[in-house]
């Protein structure tokens, strides 16, 4: 009997080893969510911006301008909001992709992302082509230092993303996965054209309305399934 119990009590510990403990699904289920909230916080938060700050125009200023000007703390916390809930969703795959086509790389590239986000917030772009008003009505005779990290932490963060993308159309095709390998395959595509001059402002809230939108479906796929990625 002694020995029948303990093999069974070893046993039980075993499977319950296995498993993952109840919190640490509950963690890893609000980490989706926060994911999930980024794109809609970031975007509601540009929208209200968009339309009630004097002088901002959307064929003309990038939304990163949004984040100069006295309400210029607006768009920076967004963009650090944004970048957490990034972090968060690179946390929460990383618990989830247990194995497959690029397991490590999608929760790095998720949370470059995140990173990037963040610093675009903190290295705010200049003002310029009269936005704020009372800036000159042309463009920054010469990018400051801060300007520079503001770019170059965006291109970094939304090519990492593309990347991701690229890794999840990967995983969807060989599990064939039509949809999502379709969505997602068209996302990275988007995110990865080249910058028109022209057109830089309008292409740049493209790319951030696919780029949040794919984050967040993933995020809610990830979340509902609570399974490996696919």
């Not at 909230?37 to 540009?46: E, H, I, Q, T």
């Not at 064929?59 to 984040?67: C, N, W």
């Not at 397991?103 to 917030?121: D, N, Q, S, T």
């Not at 996302?187 to 696919?210: F, Y």
Request: glycine content about 10%; some cysteine.
């Amino acid at each position: 009997m002694t020995t029948t119990a303990t093999t069974t009590t070893a046993t039980t510990t075993t499977v319950t080893a296995g498993a993952p403990a109840p919190s640490a699904a509950r963690s890893t289920r609000r980490l989706l969510v926060a994911g999930a909230l980024a794109g809609p916080v970031f975007a509601a938060s540009a929208v209200l911006q968009i339309v009630t700050r004097d002088g901002f125009d959307i064929t003309r200023h990038p939304i990163s301008q949004l984040a100069t000007g006295s309400l210029g703390w607006i768009q920076i916390t967004t963009f650090v909001l944004a970048g957490l809930g990034g972090l968060s969703l690179a946390i929460g795959i990383g618990r989830t992709a247990r194995d497959g086509f690029g397991r490590r790389a999608l929760p790095i590239c998720v949370g470059v992302f995140g990173i990037g986000l963040i610093a675009a917030g903190v290295f705010p772009m200049d003002a310029e082509k009269g936005f704020p008003v009372g800036t000159p009505d042309r463009p920054v005779a010469e990018m400051s230092w801060h300007g520079v990290a503001h770019s170059v932490s965006a291109a970094v963060a939304f090519t990492a993303l593309a990347v991701a993308a690229v890794v999840v159309t990967v995983r969807c095709v060989r599990r064939r996965s039509v949809v999502p390998a379709v969505l997602s395959g068209a996302a990275a595509l988007v995110l990865l054209l080249p910058m028109s001059p022209e057109r830089m402002s309008i292409q740049i809230a493209v790319n951030g309305l696919v780029g949040f939108t794919w984050t967040t479906a993933f995020a809610l796929s990830l979340r509902r399934t609570r399974s490996e990625l696919p």
